[in-house]
């Protein structure tokens, strides 16, 4: 190696190693997500950003007029507010793109690997047990708040990515992997804790005749080259129509529509072999729904839903103290502030005690806690399980929002100025990923093993 070079210190030979560096692959499409998603924060954040201005602002009756303005044909119950289709339709291709990143995962990445996905996922877990225990524990004594449990259990890694653009942030690829992996796994918790504690009324025929479609959608997505060769546009004139059919139908049963975005992204296949550079010629169905349907998730989807869940009238300063003193919006600042590190940090050290791991050389705990801190910022779907919750535009929802956003201005706050002094060792960390000593297109520290 160059001696020019920056170096670091070697990672654990003896041991395991937990953030060791993954696959030269796996680094580059992780790399690519948060770039695309970096757009989709900054337009997450105006449109919140918007939102709080008009709804604040003497034309704040006609924000609330938009956002309440009813369309869709009602026999098929699809005659929803502007806010409601924004939260169960276009937010169902967000939860689409969890789903199919999640399988990608744990099919052909990295976390396939069992060492590997242990840690990601275990922290995941610890991030979404940890706030919801704070937020009930402040709000033990009032069963009407007490429902708003699992709001601060989610990971915005838009808005989180958007943070780490602002601040500069050289984030080292084993760090930002585990972030991904953080806000991906505790959207899945997310969204089976909203399909099990927040469908109050199921329909169990709809439900089960969404099972047809899904079934023959899956069942296409796996020979669509056999039926439609290699031009897998040809497959969007029978997939889509699939895919929508079976979002009414689960919409209609009751459970919370975005629901049917995961499973259909669990139904479509991923190539192992093309995904870890095989033989397998052309891109499977996952790149190109991932290619397809990420810039409209982080483009159009979820900053649209900002927009109309995010608009809250604060009242003032006497309003804006009344919201934050609430149980719940400070059960969910607790959650999102205290929870999230205690619960990412805590379980992630109780792995390496347990497992006689150790942290990767090339890092410090301080890396970990600044991670853990950038996943309290909850946004997307904790603005969602606050409407399931309360209802939108009840008081406890409006304190909710405002709680959600307080404590997602304060943890990026926080990490910003953790990650920040951390920056220097990761522009070296940075450097090192680069060196290609072989020019064999893959950096030499993904090389070496030893």
Known sequence: MNQSSPSLPPSNSRKSAVFSRGSYAEALRIGEILRKETVGGALLVAAAVIALIWANSPASDSYFALRDFKVGYEPWHLELSLGAWAADGLLAIFFFLVGLELKREFVAGDLRQINKS???VAAAAGGVVVPALIYAAINFASPETLRGWAIPTATDIAFAVAVLAI???HLPSALRIFLLTLAVVDDLIAITIIAFFYTSDLHVTPLLLALIPLAIYAFLAHKYRHFFGMKAPAAW??????????????????IHATVAGVLLGFAVPVIRSQAAGGPEAGPGLAEIFEHRFRPISAGIAVPIFAFFSAGVAVGGWEGLGSALTDPVALGIIAGLV?????????TTWILTKATRAELDRSFKWIDVFGVALLAGIGFTVSLLVAELSFGQGSLHDDHAKVGILAA?????????????TRN???RATEELEKVDADQDGVPDVYQDRT
């Open 118 to 120: 242990i840690v990601p």
């Open 167 to 169: 601040i500069g942030s």
């Open 237 to 254: 004139v029978i997939l889509l129509p699939l895919g929508v059919v079976t979002w009414a139908l689960v919409h209609a049963s009751g």
């Open 338 to 346: 205290l929870g999230k590190p205690i619960g990412i940090l805590g």
């Open 408 to 420: 997602s201005v304060l943890a990026a706050l926080l990490a910003a100025a953790v990650l920040t």
């Open 424 to 426: 220097r060792q990761y």
